[in-house]
């Protein structure tokens, strides 16, 4: 298995861009979370799914934030505009329900200037 | 409301010194605990877990972690830590039947050799 894939792997934008960052769980896993790694706050769980559907999405900062998954197989998070403070890696997990272990994307480091 | 306290930002040890990493938590009820390790250039790994049963945990690498209830702690131990233990080190807590972790700020583990 390739465990789970995220694109990209480094994101360098400006402030005012859209940058979508994509996710690919592990084939077989119904749940699906987006957290977010900064040196001030550590790792946040911004929104996690559940067989697609978002269960809670109170940690995404705001509106500018959003994700979606459209299908079993793949989830973006996408921040629009982006802004200097958005700058962190973002880490896509995912499980095979909400009972079991997660299992951690290599992340997307996004610099945002 | 849920959280997660490591007081250590940064540890600097020795080649064959002894660690421990402290982490307390703040959570209602029936708790599961996990430490997460992030090598450099890698993305996060499950080191250990507690779910129930015998409160002293072992994990991989030599790692070890205790979970004393009456102190709301579950701190990481290694009786002789490596050069290759370098990394970033998070503790994290979620609740029975939930999968939405709620991580510390991480703890930098640098060891000289």
């Known amino acids: 298995d390739a465990g789970v894939i995220q694109s990209p792997r480094h994101e360098v934008t400006e402030m005012g861009q859209e940058v979508t960052l994509r996710c690919k769980p592990i084939s077989g896993h119904n749940s699906l979370f987006w957290y977010r790694q900064t040196m001030m706050r550590g790792l946040e769980l911004l929104i996690y799914f559940n067989n697609n559907v978002p269960i809670d999405d109170s940690g995404m900062p705001e509106d500018r934030f959003s994700a979606k998954m459209p299908n079993a197989s793949f989830s973006t998070l996408k921040i629009q505009p982006s802004e200097p403070r958005d700058s962190a890696v973002y880490f896509c997990a995912s499980s095979l329900d909400l009972d079991s272990l997660l299992v951690f994307g290599p992340g997307t480091r996004l610099t945002v200037l | ?113």
Not at chain 2, 42 to 49: D, E, F, T, V
Not at chain 2, 83 to 109: I, Q
């Open chain 2, 1 to 113: 409301a849920q959280s997660v306290s490591q007081h250590n930002h940064h540890v600097i040890l020795s080649e064959a010194a002894s660690l421990e990493l402290g982490c307390n938590y703040s959570y209602g009820g029936t708790v599961n605990l996990f430490w997460y390790v992030q090598y450099p250039g890698q993305h996060l790994q499950l080191l250990l877990k507690y779910f129930s049963g015998d409160p002293l945990v072992k994990g991989i690498k030599g790692f070890e972690a205790e979970f004393i209830k009456s102190k709301f702690s579950f701190n990481l131990r290694k009786p002789s830590v490596q050069w290759s233990d370098t990394a970033e080190y998070f503790c994290a807590v979620t609740g029975t039947g939930a999968n939405n972790l709620f991580f510390g700020t991480g703890t930098r583990l640098t060891v000289i050799p």
